[in-house]
């Protein structure tokens, strides 16, 4: 895993792929099968989505939660947990008000999954080379203390690997086990990003090749309600 610094502030309707593949040229070239893992707000800062608030005013972006949200779950004094569009459950509809200048707030992109096969294609057809693309953001999780960064989207590696049907290392066959690799490649490219060293892209290279191929956050890794045991 490897940092990539030299990134230049990322503004609306910026070629975020070639920002990228320019600062990787400089650092670390990118091969065939590397994962390119981007944090959530430079997509969003270059695709747009920023809103402007009162500087003055920590909360002045709540009405903005609300808005992106399709559903509120929790409330507890300022914070709010609710369900995005997306699917995603998180707190303040992943609206983010850091690493931007005072009076602005970051929403989350529209289709993550969208934004990362685009970045994907872009990448390919100027270098040529099979990469895939993670766009990862930071969660709090249930029950747990901290925040870990996870997949919003992808695009060119597969969400989940099934491994039910599978045999153990005792030979016992595995009938629930399916492992969210784009969360843990997310979550590892954070340690080295870090959160507020302005680095917002890491490589991952040596990932199995068997694990490139289709697949969405939102399509394989957003749990259904059906399958839900807590919603």
């Not at 903005?64 to 399709?70: F, G, K, N």
């Not at 086990?177 to 991952?204: M, N, Q, W, Y």
Request: glycine fraction near 10%.
């Amino acid at each position: 895993m490897v940092p990539i610094e030299g990134l230049p502030e990322v503004q609306a309707g910026d070629d975020l792929a070639g920002l990228i593949l320019e600062a990787c040229g400089s650092v670390y070239p990118l091969r065939p099968d590397d994962v390119v893992v981007v944090s959530q707000k430079v997509v969003s800062k270059a695709e747009g989505r920023l809103v402007q608030v009162d500087p003055d005013d920590p909360m002045s972006h709540k009405p903005l939660v609300i808005s992106e949200a399709t559903r509120v779950l929790r409330r507890r004094g300022d914070l709010i947990i609710t369900e995005t569009r997306h699917g995603y459950v998180c707190a303040n509809s992943g609206i983010d008000r850091s690493n931007v200048a005072a009076d602005i707030a970051a929403l989350l992109p529209v289709d993550p999954d969208r934004s990362a096969r685009r970045l994907r294609d872009a990448i390919t057809h100027r270098t040529g080379s099979r990469v895939a693309v993670i766009v990862a953001d930071t969660f709090g999780r249930p029950w747990r203390r901290g925040v870990t960064d996870i997949a919003l989207g992808c695009a060119g590696i597969r969400p989940v690997l099934d491994l039910r049907g599978t045999p153990d290392a005792s030979g016992r066959v595995l009938h629930v086990t399916e492992v969210c690799i784009v969360d843990e490649l997310a979550g590892a490219a954070e340690l080295v990003r870090g959160k507020s060293a302005g680095v917002p892209v890491a490589v991952i290279r040596g990932v199995d090749p068997s694990w490139f191929g289709p697949g969405s956050v939102t399509g394989d890794v957003v749990r259904s309600y059906d399958d839900d045991l807590f919603r």
